[in-house]
Structure formats: structure tokens, C-alpha cells
């Protein structure tokens, strides 16, 4: 069953099917037939339900000691973009050693 109208356009539920133009336009009758729209492109997102997972670290580590820590997310899209930090220095890909 369709809750959409003349007027308004309702989606339930959401998905990722639903991104794209959305144009709403109106038209004269005869004899002139014109008309004009306005239109917005929508995104839908899939947010991750809980924030990073970080595995891997010790409370303590003796000098000399190797450290492979891991951060994980859940799945979303678009897909999240993790990054890391130690002392709120952001550690690039190529930097093998802090």
C-alpha cells in the first residue's frame, strides 16, 4: 500500500535502493504545456552502530618491546575511514616507527 500522494513522496523503510534524484514537477494544461521542477539528489547512509573496537594494546610495555595494535569498525556506507593517533599526533600509513 502506497502512503505517497500528488503532494509528497513517502518512503518506508529507507534503504540503500533509495539514494538518487529526487524531481518534483509541475505542468500546465493546454494549450501552453510548460513546465518546471526542482530536484535533490539524496544520500542514505549506514552508519556504524558502535564506535571503533581497539585490540591489541598492553597496559605496559618494557623499551624494546613490539607493539601491533588493531582498530576495527563495523561495516557502513559509505565505508568509514580509520585513522590512527598516539598523543593526538596522527600516525600516517608509511610511518613504521613513533
Not at 11 to 40: I, M, N, W
Not at 69 to 75: D, G, I, N
Request: charged letters at 15%; hydrophobic letters at 40%; one cysteine or more.
Amino acid at each position: 500500500e502506497s502512503k505517497s500522494s500528488m503532494n509528497y513522496v513517502m518512503l518506508e523503510p529507507v534503504s540503500l535502493l533509495s539514494k538518487g534524484v529526487y524531481r518534483c514537477e509541475v505542468s500546465a494544461d493546454a494549450p501552453s504545456f510548460q513546465t518546471v521542477h526542482e530536484e535533490h539528489f539524496m544520500h542514505v547512509m549506514v552508519l556504524p552502530r558502535l564506535g571503533p573496537q581497539l585490540t591489541g594494546v598492553l597496559p605496559w610495555y618494557n623499551i624494546g618491546d613490539n607493539l601491533t595494535a588493531k582498530c576495527t569498525v563495523e561495516k557502513s556506507f559509505p565505508q568509514a575511514r580509520l585513522s590512527w593517533f598516539v598523543n593526538d599526533v596522527q600516525v600516517w600509513e608509511n610511518n613504521q616507527q613513533i
